[in-house]
């Protein structure tokens, strides 16, 4: 899998906080609504196991499309990792099901959260990413402050074809998800059966990453992009909630800032 999307999300997610923080005219706060939790790395082993079951005999491309066909049929899905990209860490925590996504990207330990319903995608800036990225925007201390005021327990409606937000947007959206990341740079090649986060895994390598699926049920368990890069799990399948619009009240819409 080549990961078109880990070489730029850290940049996303920068990116859309700095366009939101920009100008917006100062109004009432809302009341403050339930901050989105931050996110931790997974942490993962991996160990031989000695005994192929279920799918693992299947050849390397029929495994793959049970894989992609498997996290599709889910109801839900979770999704955890981090990513470094030119030194700014990115932990990410997306839940996906068949009718909608939600997650958080924390940067740099400043969580931004977004919830992805149909076509319209919320945004939600935690206060000290705002003031983080008004600082590195230069912006004078009232400017911050205004800012943070006006997005204290709000989120930021978009459309999903804001193309300023389209990255974060799609990683959060299962189709997009699946058709984005689920694409093999080079031949597939199985590696051999291995407990991958307490799950016996067959590998799938395509010459840069690598797909663990469960050997016995076909769905991905991780995805890595080789020795000492990137690495994500997928947990929680048929568990999770489909997520809900913000309250009214706590809406902004975005093209009132400009977005």
Known sequence: MSFPWI??????????????????????????????????????????????????ELDAKALFAKAKAAILAADSVRLRGSVVEEGSKTAIDIHLTKTGGQGTFTVDGSPIGITVIGKTAYLQLSEKFVRAQGKAEKDTAAEINATVELLKGRWV???????????????????????????????????????????????????????????????????????????????????????????????????????
């Open 7 to 56: 070489r730029t999300i850290a940049t996303t997610a920068l990116v859309a906080a700095a366009t939101t923080a920009c100008g917006p005219d100062q109004q009432q706060p809302a009341s403050q609504s339930t901050p989105t939790p931050s996110t931790k790395a997974v942490v993962t082993t991996s160990t031989p196991t000695p005994t192929p079951t279920g799918v693992a």
């Open 157 to 259: 409606k978009l459309t999903k074809k804001d193309s300023d937000f389209q990255d974060m947007i799609d990683l959060v959206t299962r189709e997009t998800f699946v058709k984005n990341v689920f694409q093999p740079s080079g031949t597939l090649t199985k590696k051999p059966l291995t407990t991958v986060d307490g799950v016996a895994s067959i590998g799938l390598f395509d010459g840069e990453g690598t797909l663990w699926v469960d050997s016995q049920t076909g769905r991905p368990v991780r995805i890595e992009a080789g020795t000492g890069g990137p690495a994500f799990g997928f947990s929680d399948y048929d568990r999770l909630k489909a997520p809900k619009a913000p309250a009214p009240d706590s809406v902004i819409d975005g093209k009132q800032m400009g977005l």
